[in-house]
């Protein structure tokens, strides 16, 4: 019965101050994790929009959108929940205090009720709640935060995925949960180029 578990969880893996930089790129990313349940490989998959360049004491804004899961369905499982995904504060940049949103109008309805994102120790960390039956799909809702460009001139501001988390009900065994966490801790989501203000 475990063994069947592992097949199924991991299919749910799926401001303040002047803001100055360039218009923001959309990228579709796709990293490879490592889990403690399921097949050796999985992925974390988002689309994430952050500037290219930012100058240095100015904010910006990030938005992680999240992608369909496909279809969730085992033998024995009754629902999953409790998705929950952190992303590392890039090192050179300062969360703007109550900047962190859920987008509104994102996401698909069986997850956006409870649906909550918020800085935390250096980690943005977001959560779905809500009980995904089997059988069904959902799509996170959006989220978006925003930073202050604090690094030096030349500094690169690394975006990046740092832990996956999902718990999944089954009959007999009750919740189990999973984490995930990237094979390639060193590569980034996404960067932003620190570039000097105009002159006076």
Known sequence: MLSGLKAWMLAAVAGAGAVSALPSASTAVRAPMVCSRGPSEQWFNATVTLPRTV??????????????????????LYNIH??????????????????ARVVAGTGTANVVTGARVWNEGGLIRSVLTDHVPSGSSYTPPSIEFQLEAAA?????????????RVTAN?????????????V?????????????PPSP
């Open 82 to 99: 409790d998705m929950a995904t952190d992303y590392a504060v890039p090192a050179g940049a300062k969360f703007v205090a109550g900047s």
């Open 55 to 76: 100058e240095q004491g100015a904010t910006y804004t990030v938005r992680i959108d999240g992608v369909p899961s496909g279809k969730i369905a085992h033998f024995g």
């Open 152 to 164: 030096p001139v030349g500094a690169s501001l690394a975006l990046r995925f740092v832990e996956y």
């Open 184 to 196: 390639l801790k060193s590569s980034p989501l996404g960067t932003t180029l620190v570039t000097a």
């Open 170 to 182: 089954a009959i007999f065994v009750g919740d189990v949960a999973t984490t995930c966490n990237p």
